[in-house]
């Protein structure tokens, strides 16, 4: 049953600490989202890449968002300082190369106090 | 203070009763659309998609309906069931470089089935 995978589902954390998302897309899957999604903007996208390329993180605060993807497997997104706006449900979702319906994971619910 | 955030749409059916939910998008570049469920505490979950050269789409109990004159998509589901009860979000995308997979959601509509 292939499913995007993210951890942790839930994380707690103080103002100001480091917050680290990770995510696994599907195997084969080389288009990657990460997106959040509050009550106040509903889904946002922050930022996806491309073959671990970047191809847009217009959509992510530059100064303390950070998105990365180690390998093929491997896509991670920090926060660094976190703020308490930062609480959101952050998730992750990916696609085949020429394809266009993007399978999301379970989501990381952050909560920052 | 008051909270501020999305007033999403509702909609309350009966069980065995037809539903219909509507969105409206702004890009008229765009060319694909996609209907999403989102269960509570889950991710959003594809239902079913549709392209520009087409205005009608059918699944199992669902259909998508799209006409580009007005920018208007719907999702139609038949015979609904208490396990349709979800946020149902239209997301659609614009083809074209770095735009291509790249989806614009809208705000979304909660759908809420009664026995």
């Known amino acids: 049953d292939a499913r995007v995978t993210q951890t942790p589902r839930d994380k707690v954390t103080e103002m100001g600490q480091e917050v680290t998302m990770r995510c696994q897309p599907i195997?084969?899957?080389?288009?990657v989202f990460w997106y959040r999604q509050t009550m106040m903007q509903g889904l946002e996208l922050l930022a996806y890449f491309r073959n671990r390329a970047p191809l847009d993180d217009s959509g992510m605060p530059k100064d303390r968002f950070s998105a990365e993807m180690p390998d093929a497997t491997l896509a991670t997104l920090k926060i660094q300082p976190s703020e308490p706006r930062d609480s959101a449900v952050y998730f992750c979702?990916?696609?085949?190369?020429?394809?266009?319906?993007?399978?999301f994971g379970q989501g990381t619910r952050l909560t920052v106090v | 203070g008051e909270s501020v955030g999305l007033h999403l749409p509702t909609l309350s059916v009966q069980e065995g009763d037809n539903s219909i939910i509507n969105c409206a998008y702004s890009?008229?570049?765009?060319?694909?659309f996609i209907w999403y469920k989102q269960e509570s505490g889950k991710g959003p979950q594809f239902i079913i998609d549709?392209?520009?050269?087409?205005d009608k789409r059918q699944g199992q109990r669902v259909t998508v309906l799209l006409n580009k004159t007005v920018k208007h998509l719907s999702l139609q589901i038949a015979a609904t069931q208490p396990g349709d009860s979800a946020v149902y979000f239209c997301a659609e995308n614009r083809d074209g470089g770095t735009s291509y997979g790249k989806l614009t959601f809208g705000q979304g509509t909660i759908l809420t089935v009664h026995p």
């Open positions: 549709i392209r520009s050269n087409m």
């Open positions: 890009n008229s570049a765009s060319d694909y």
């Open positions: 979702a990916s696609a085949v190369l020429q394809g266009r319906i993007a399978f």
């Open positions: 195997l084969g899957h080389n288009t």
